[in-house]
């Protein structure tokens, strides 16, 4: 009996030595403070416990064995790293130093998939640009959102006017009418205000920019072939924000910008207004502005009411006004100059949000959307004149059912959409008026813990094309924390229209109207399939890496085609296709971060039996960003862009060329903030290593532009925050 009582001792002993204990201390890397309430965790022994008023966690009761650990606090990015127990001695009591996660320091919902589910939990690939990637960029242009775009990856703004600067967004290549812009889930972009869209989108509001490649048909009907960008807007906060920005640049620019939010218990209001104005800017002395003379107002208040939990109302208006004015700069400065080229803008846009949401019950809510838009704009150039405005309208009713592993959406809209040509060839009235009525539904199923599979379906009926059924499927497999894979793909349409990037570089002159009895919608199909992997390789050192293949094919495509001494849309036998890949590489250390993108896009037309590359498209391009950054108190980034040749609709082909820019912003009180600068100082322009146009300043015969025209700028100022 004595012996089997020390074997049990002896038994008891070791099952209690196999028992092991993890101590660590958790601390801000800016500040060195603990953090309270971090959570250390072993996902595989379902064990953990969070840090004490001192920083420190223990976990009890840890198996022999080597273990993943991962300590987690929101604003922080989470550090996993692996250890072998029972534990060597220096690795007993370890410090632990959390980086602030600049890119989720706020909850990021994603709102255009209209799911409940975080980004890292949905199939459809959702890019966005948040935080304090969202301001370095907003510094660079704080009068428009045209950088912003640019430099993402797979990105590229397509300038359409050598001397006004109107551009217009191509995703993978494709032309810019196959991208729907959209404002907190809203269409308010399109159309003839597409070539200025862009030019007239202050970013001081933004919250977020949300961007989905590829057919987004269920949704937002058959006009995103090539894709979306979703601008989301501020919204009041339990603390109001007031601030202000200030920026002037080296090219005599001005752009002054302040946004007020604010909730009084079931009320709340935020207020964005903007000045803008621009100088004429002619750095080549080629007598031509490459920035041109503008100056704009824009005004947005919205209203949002809280009657109860279950329900909010928000209702708002977005009100911009501008003149702008390029060409010969001697005319555009206001001297005398006989038969001078020039190009004048001038808009005016109304356009009014509303939207309401109303839960139901605990899974079911009901929301209600509608927008009406108001675009008056004249074009004019010596001895032509092209106006009219455009009246469009967006209402939409749906409803979302969601329970633990499965979420559905359904819902009906109604598009309206009208033109009406004031100033133009009396002969050839571009007008027109359609009615699009769609219907769809969405399926969101959490197969399995692993995999996840969207499906959608919308039917539209189009007031001149008739009917179109567009199906689309997502899955997701997500085989460990570090890697996910996702495939998916659809159908989309686009009715004819006659605002395309072609058309708004002849200022509309000559072009007939759209043959509605002899031309075909649109129709493409496309997919895409993506790798993302996500290492911690020390407690200092992390990566994320993310690969895209994509594909997509328009089939009777519309093109402008000279006749008889006019332009006239016309459909080829063949299709156009865009197929490539893109590459997105962040590596972190300590303060330091290094953003580097790669985009290989092979656009092609494939008509009447012939293949030639798709015009303006570069087919490699090079993203670099390096930043040093000590969160909330200062940073520096250096920037490197490289755009391959591209081919030109002339049939010559241009030159390779890199943009380098500095960028950089130091808090100097909590509430104030200066900024400065140095946007493509290698200078690099079109007109130093190819021509811009042909013949005279006065009668200038435009080539395509592919590079900068505007060159090295200097821009710099100061923000208020409160």
């Known amino acids: 009996m004595k012996y089997h009582l020390i074997l049990l001792a002896f038994l008891i002993s070791q099952s209690a030595l196999a028992q092991n204990s993890f101590t660590v201390t958790v601390l801000d890397h800016e500040t060195n403070k603990p953090i309270i309430g971090a959570t250390v965790f072993f996902p595989s022994l379902n064990l953990g416990n969070t840090t004490d008023p001192y920083g420190k966690a223990t976990v009890n009761n840890i198996p022999d064995g080597e273990y993943?650990?991962?300590?987690?606090?929101?604003?922080?990015?989470?550090?996993?790293?692996?250890?072998?127990?029972?534990?060597?001695?220096?690795?007993?009591?370890?410090?632990?130093?959390?980086?602030?996660?600049?890119?989720?320091?706020?909850?990021v919902i994603i709102s255009s998939t209209r799911t409940s589910r975080t980004i890292e939990d949905i199939p459809t690939r959702v890019e966005f640009i948040a935080g304090e990637e969202l301001v370095e960029k907003g510094n660079m242009k704080p009068g428009d959102i045209r950088m912003l775009l640019n430099e993402s990856t797979g990105i590229q703004t397509q300038q359409t006017s050598a001397t006004s600067y109107n551009s217009s967004i191509r995703i993978q290549g494709l032309d810019g009418k196959y991208t729907q812009l959209l404002r907190d889930g809203l269409p308010l972009y399109s159309g003839f205000s597409g070539g200025l869209s862009i030019m007239q989108i202050a970013p001081l509001d933004l919250k977020q920019v949300e961007v989905i490649k590829g057919a987004s048909s269920t949704?937002?009907?058959?006009?995103?072939?090539?894709?979306?960008?979703?601008?989301?807007t501020k919204t009041p906060e339990d603390e109001s924000e007031l601030s202000f920005m200030l920026n002037g640049t080296s090219a005599l620019g001005l752009d002054a910008s302040g946004f007020y939010s604010e909730r009084y218990g079931k009320t709340g209001a935020t207020v964005f207004a903007s000045y803008n104005r621009g100088t004429p800017y002619d750095p080549a002395n080629i007598g031509l502005t490459a920035i041109p003379e503008f100056e704009r107002l824009t005004l947005n208040p919205r209203f949002f009411f809280y009657p109860s939990e279950q329900t909010t109302?928000?209702?708002?208006l977005n009100i911009i006004t501008e003149n702008r004015l390029g060409g010969n700069i001697d005319f555009v400065e206001g001297k005398e100059v006989t038969d001078p080229y020039f190009e004048r803008n001038e808009t005016q846009r109304i356009s009014s949000q509303f939207q309401l949401d109303h839960r139901l019950n605990q899974t079911t809510t009901l929301s209600l959307k509608n927008s009406f838009n108001f675009y008056d704009r004249s074009v004019e150039i010596p001895d032509f004149t092209f106006s009219g405005v455009q009246t469009s309208s967006f209402s939409e009713a749906s409803i979302n059912f969601v329970k633990e592993e499965t979420e559905w959406i359904g819902g009906v809209n109604l598009w309206t959409d009208s033109f009406d040509q004031e100033d133009g060839i009396e002969s050839s009235d571009l007008g027109f008026s359609e009615t699009t009525v769609g219907g769809f539904v969405q399926n969101l199923w959490s197969i399995q813990p692993k995999w996840t599979l969207e499906t959608g379906f919308r039917l539209d009926y189009q007031s001149e094309y008739g009917l179109f059924a567009l199906p689309r499927l997502s899955v997701m497999l997500e085989p460990s924390q570090q890697l996910t894979f996702r495939l998916g793909g659809g159908l989309g349409y686009k009715a004819p229209t006659v605002f395309s990037e072609?058309?708004?570089r002849l200022q509309f002159q000559n072009i007939r109207p759209v043959d509605t009895d002899g031309l075909n919608a649109e129709r493409s199909f496309g997919g895409n399939f993506d790798i993302n992997y996500q290492l911690a390789v020390t407690d200092k050192i992390a990566l994320s890496t993310n690969v895209l293949f994509f594909y997509t094919q328009i089939d009777d495509p519309l093109v402008l085609?000279?006749?008889n001494n006019g332009f006239e849309f016309l459909q080829p036998d063949g299709y156009v296709d865009t197929r490539g890949v893109e590459v997105n590489m962040k590596w972190s250390y300590d303060h330091f971060k290094l953003f580097v993108g790669?985009?290989?896009?092979?656009?092609?037309?494939?008509y009447n039996g012939n293949s030639t590359t798709f015009p303006l498209v570069a087919e490699h391009r090079l993203n670099n960003v390096l930043m040093y950054e000590k969160h909330g108190e200062f940073w520096i980034g250096l920037e490197a862009y490289y755009f391959s040749p591209q081919q030109l609709s002339d049939g010559s082909e241009g030159k390779a060329y890199w943009i380098m820019g500095l960028m950089t912003e130091k808090k100097i009180i909590n509430q104030f903030s200066i900024f400065l600068n140095f946007e493509n100082f290698l200078d690099t322009r079109q007109s130093d290593f190819d021509t811009i146009f042909t013949g005279s300043v006065n009668n200038p015969q435009f080539r395509d532009i592919y590079a900068p025209?505007?060159?090295?700028?200097?821009?710099?100022?100061?923000k208020l925050k409160f």
């Not at 025209?709 to 100061?718: C, Y």
């Open 68 to 107: 993943l650990i991962e300590i987690r606090y929101v604003g922080y990015e989470t550090l996993s790293f692996s250890r072998s127990f029972p534990l060597p001695g220096d690795l007993q009591n370890q410090v632990f130093e959390l980086h602030h996660d600049h890119e989720e320091l706020e909850e």
């Open 709 to 718: 025209v505007d060159g090295f700028v200097i821009n710099g100022g100061f």
């Open 219 to 232: 949704l937002y009907g058959g006009g995103a072939i090539a894709g979306l960008v979703n601008l989301i």
């Open 561 to 563: 085609t000279p006749v």
């Open 313 to 316: 109302l928000n209702a708002g």
């Open 598 to 606: 790669y985009t290989h896009a092979n656009v092609q037309e494939h």
């Open 502 to 504: 072609d058309a708004e």
